[in-house]
C-alpha cells in the first residue's frame, strides 16, 4: 500500500464505517448461544455453513450436550448424527470434541483471552479466535476477515490483496482500533441484506455513493 493510497482508503473506510454504523447500529452475531463454550462451537460449525443452518442445528444439539464436559465425553458417532447437515461435519465433529478436552486440561473448560492461546484449540484459526474474544470478552486483537469482508475491502478498494491475512494487516492500518470489534458485524449485514456477490441494483446502495466504482464490482474474488 503506498502513502497515497493509506491516505485515500482510511479516509474511505471512515466514511464506509460511518454509513454502516447508521445502516446497522446494532450489528451483532446472528449465532444462537448461551455459553461461552456454546458460541464457539456455534462458530466452528459456521465456517463455510449459513448462520440460518447453524441455529436449525444448534437448539437440539445443546439440549443433548449441554456441557463441554458432554462434548468432551461424546463419541464421533453421537456427535456426527447432531451436525450432520453441515458443511464438513466428519472434522468440525473431531475439531470439536479435540477442543472440548485441550479446554478442560489445559484451561480448567474456559476460552483463553489471547490469540496465540486460542489458536492452539483445534479447529480455531486466527479468523474464529478474532470472533470469540470480539464477541465473548470485547478483547480486540485483529479484525476478523470472512468472505463478505474479503468482497467489500475489494469492491471498496480497501486492499490490494485477495487473502484474509493480509486483507486483515491492510484494514487494521487504516481502520481505527476502537471500530474493529464491530466492522466485520457491519459488513455482514451489509452483505446479506442490501449488497450480495450476484449483480444486484444499487442506485439506493449509500455506500456505492461513497465509491461509485464499487457499483460495477460484484464477485471479485
Known sequence: MTIRQRVERKARIRKLDRALKKLYPTATTELL???????MVAVQLSAQCTDKLVNKVTPPLFRKLRTIQDFA???PEELFPLIRSVTYAN???????RAANYLL?????KLPRTIEEMVKMPGVGRKTANVLLGDLFGICEGITVDTHVIRFALRFDLSDYKDA??????LMEILPEKEWPYFTHRVIYYGRRMAPARKHDT?????VKIFPNAGSVFRVY
Open 91 to 97: 472434522n468440525k465433529t473431531r475439531n470439536i470434541i
Open 105 to 109: 486440561q489445559t484451561h480448567q473448560g
Open 165 to 170: 491475512v493480509r486483507i486483515e494487516r491492510d
Open 73 to 75: 465425553k461424546a463419541k
Open 203 to 207: 442506485k439506493n446502495d449509500p455506500l
Open 33 to 39: 448461544y448461551k455459553t461461552p463454550w456454546q458460541f
